[in-house]
């Protein structure tokens, strides 16, 4: 089951409590903070939004993620 819209609109980082971008799709991408440059995973369409699971990205896919 895919995230609901209104729910992508209303997540917030938990770190700085900025908007999140959606990278790939909503039930197995992730949802990505370019101003810390932390992404957290989404599975089976729940976003894992626990700062300590959010992983730091690499130039590369931050370049990627934010094109």
């Not at 209303?10 to 990505?32: A, H, M, N, S």
């Not at 370019?34 to 896919?61: C, F, G, H, Q, W």
Request: net charge negative.
């Amino acid at each position: 089951m895919p995230l609901d819209a209104a729910l992508l609109d209303i997540l917030i980082c938990p770190i700085d409590r900025g908007t999140l971008l959606l990278v790939g799709d909503d039930t197995d991408g992730l949802l990505y903070n370019p101003r810390l440059r932390k992404a957290y995973r989404i599975e089976n369409s729940i976003p894992v939004l626990l700062p300590d699971e959010a992983r730091e990205v690499t130039d590369e896919e931050h370049r990627r993620f934010t094109a």
